[in-house]
């Protein structure tokens, strides 16, 4: 075997879900530029950290909020979505490694509608129930982590510390990912090497390596990389720029023009490549960037969710993310839970053309299903 300056490793259980949630009609996917507004209103915010952001998830949850509401409200969602009605979420095939849950609790006695209590079941596969937010809060927050923990593989086990009183329901969507490498690095070859900070730094960290004919692609000022996992069209996709000296620059360019463009740049060539094994845990408040994106409405007394409870009374609170990564030799787990409080408006080789693609330096990373982007995250410090 070749030995090479930059290379890492280890190991990892990975568990496959039964079922999953997908949209019946290429319409439901997550519109690519709804995914990199996204992800460049949230990492604009936490430009020295770690980052992982589901644009699948956040969907999923935004699409069921959807259903309840009327409008303004609505019609802020479905431009910032590109999309103007839902489409029922099916169940995937046996075996799939994602798998997608939804839920949402109500407050025990206040009225919800059939219609939208109908909608959620049929069209999302969510679970309803009843909880007394009012009275007993602590049991609430103690059932929807239950849920959380179970529906992602107890990756992501507390979701809330606590809820308002005034909370009178809690809508819930989680997906959970797990692949092996279609093949897996070679775990005797990973070793310590240099990964490069963003102020030009070195740190030492566990380095991963391969060296076989991969899907490669690069444009004036990105390289891109695919590592097929087992599953027939899953993959992460690795993008790396050319020059690491502006990365922030770099970073706010890739739309979804640019991303169309790379991956139809991509073709088979030998490939020695090298990245960190590793694992990113975000907690993303998404009020705010949500806002700038479109959807303010959701959030003040003007809010029109009439077609959960037939009034206006009530208003988006909070909308988090909470998300996990872990990148190994022998393939990739991932969870995500995105969840929206409601409530009352009163309270607030020499002789080969061998190319390179040492990731020891910051990137993006994304988890793919096809076109549809699962996952999306960016690499800059090893823990």
């Known amino acids: 075997m070749k030995t090479y300056s930059k290379m890492f490793a280890a190991v990892v259980a990975l568990t496959f879900g039964t ?4 949209a019946e009609q290429d319409g439901q996917k997550p519109r690519n530029e709804f995914v990199f507004q996204l992800y460049r209103s949230i990492v604009q915010e936490k430009s020295e950290e770690n980052v992982a952001v589901s644009p699948y998830c956040a969907q999923l949850l935004l699409d069921l909020v959807r259903s309840g509401a009327a409008g303004e409200t609505k019609a802020e969602i479905d431009r910032l979505l590109a999309t103007t009605e839902s489409v029922k979420w099916t169940a995937a095939s046996p075996g799939s490694p994602l798998t997608t ?7 025990q006695g206040h009225s919800f509608l059939p219609a939208f209590l109908n909608t959620a079941r049929r069209n999302f596969g969510a679970s309803v129930e009843q909880a ?3 009275g007993n809060p602590d049991a609430a927050v103690q059932r929807i982590n239950a ?11 507390v979701l809330f510390e606590e809820l308002a009183p005034t909370t009178r329901c809690v809508l819930a969507g989680a997906i959970h990912f797990a692949a092996d490498w279609e093949e897996p690095f070679d775990a005797e070859a990973t070793s310590d090497a240099p ?4 102020d030009g730094t070195e740190v030492e960290t566990r380095m991963m390596y391969r060296d076989e004919r991969l899907k490669y692609g690069e444009t004036d000022d990105t390289l891109i990389l695919e590592l097929p996992y087992k599953n027939d069209g899953y993959a992460m996709l690795l993008l790396l720029p050319k020059n690491a000296t502006d ?3 770099w970073e706010a360019g890739i739309t979804s023009a640019k991303w169309n463009a790379l991956r139809a740049a991509m073709k088979r060539e030998d490939v020695e490549m090298c990245m960190p094994r590793f694992t990113v845990e975000c907690d993303l408040p998404l009020n705010e960037t949500l806002k700038q994106l479109g959807m303010p409405t959701a959030f003040t007394g003007d809010a029109d969710f009439s077609k959960m409870t037939g009034t206006k009374g009530l208003l988006l609170n909070e ?3 909470k998300t996990f990564v872990k990148v190994d030799e022998t393939g990739t787990e991932a969870a995500a839970v995105t969840v929206a409080v409601m409530e009352l408006m009163a309270m607030p080789d020499m002789d080969k053309n061998v190319k390179q693609f040492f990731a020891d330096r910051p990137f993006l990373y994304a988890i793919v299903k096809g076109d549809t982007v699962l996952f999306l995250g960016r690499f800059i410090r090893p823990e």
């Open 19 to 22: 079922a999953a949630l997908f």
């Open 101 to 107: 849950a939804a839920a949402l609790w109500t407050q």
């Open 319 to 321: 909308v988090r993310q």
């Open 132 to 134: 007394d937010f009012a």
């Open 147 to 157: 849920w959380c923990a179970e529906k992602t593989k107890e990756k992501i086990t």
């Open 247 to 249: 990365f922030a620059k």
């Open 195 to 198: 990964f490069t900070l963003l």
